[in-house]
């Protein structure tokens, strides 16, 4: 038998669609024998929620579906400190402990649970078992959180974003190692050290309009252009320009970001279109003066 868990994460939008999806595939990875695990939207949960602290009890291969984008789904579990490996397959062979595989799917990549079970057979090393799997649920409420996720595999440990954020978000842990340590100081809706940091390391995983910054694994972030964005910071230091202004310059938004979903593969897939801000034209055209081409 394979002893790999399913665990879904499911949207923090209320979105009867998505939810629908998530239960259907739930029911259907159960009925064919893998055990699975149904938690709030992972993103937001805090390190010390139920959800985490359950999923960091699982000890063998994991397959988890999400509505992010995998590279960031993988890095989100990794920050809660739940070790393992990104994995393309989900071996039954021998693992060390920390190098358990992990796969992270897109839920918005397929259009029904029946497409993600066919993945789900392609994936797994083995036949479903086919025996009724335990179908575990964690419900509670998450908050709203908008934070950096680093990719370590990419981070070079540069420093640049720690000097950048105005904030105080990242600081040096006691490993040497650059970490967002107070990440709920980060301002809702601003991706802006993502475009600083010059090896694409930081995601944020809701960014509803660029891939990129949500965690493409191909997609390119556009990085700030280096003279416009020491203009504004020395203007700001200068006093010449107010917080908000920068905050404006770098894509935040002003507002709390609504629990809308990010973009479905398709038509025929779950979600909605993601809701637009107020402010975006405002915003993009501050954008555009300071990104490179
Ligand atoms: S800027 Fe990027 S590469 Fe440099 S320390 Fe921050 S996350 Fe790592
Ligand atoms: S997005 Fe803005 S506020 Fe958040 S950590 Fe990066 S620079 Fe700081």
């Not at 390190?47 to 590279?71: E, Y």
């Not at 994936?123 to 086919?130: H, K, N, R, T, Y």
């Not at 416009?228 to 310059?249: I, N």
Request: aromatic share 8%.
């Amino acid at each position: 038998m394979n002893p790999c868990k399913i665990i879904i994460s499911q949207t923090a939008a209320s979105d009867p669609k998505k939810h629908d999806f998530e239960e259907k595939l739930a029911k259907q990875c159960s009925a064919n024998g893998l055990p699975v695990l149904v938690v709030p939207d992972i993103y937001q949960a805090e390190p010390n929620a139920n959800a985490v602290l359950a999923i960091r009890q699982v000890k063998g291969p994991v397959i988890l579906f999400s509505w992010l984008q995998p590279r960031a789904a993988f890095w989100t579990l990794q920050q809660f400190g739940v070790k393992g490996e990104r994995a393309e397959v989900v071996s039954v062979e021998p693992f060390h402990p920390d190098k358990r595989p992990i796969l992270c799917l897109n839920l918005s990549d397929r259009c029904c649970p029946g497409r993600w079970m066919e993945k789900i057979e392609e994936v797994l090393d083995g036949e479903l078992p086919g025996e009724t799997g335990i179908l575990d649920r964690i419900d509670e409420t998450v908050p709203d959180r908008w934070y950096p996720v680093i990719d370590y595999s990419r981070c070079t440990n540069c420093q640049e974003c720690l000097e950048f954020c105005l904030f105080g978000v990242y600081e040096i842990d006691k490993g040497g190692r650059v970490v967002a340590s107070t990440p709920d100081a980060c301002k809702p809706g601003c991706p802006a050290c993502s475009r600083v940091c010059p090896s694409q390391a930081i995601m944020f995983p809701l960014h509803e309009t660029d891939e990129a910054i949500a965690g493409s694994d191909t997609e390119k972030i556009r990085p700030f252009d280096a003279d416009a964005f020491k203009k504004l910071r020395t203007d700001y230091e200068e006093g010449k320009t107010s917080v908000q202004d920068v905050l404006r310059a770098c894509g935040c938004k002003t507002k709390s970001l609504p629990r809308s979903s990010r973009p479905c593969c398709s038509d025929d897939a779950p979600g909605e279109s993601p809701a637009e801000s107020t402010d975006r034209g405002y915003f993009d055209k501050l954008i555009d003066g300071l990104v490179k081409d």
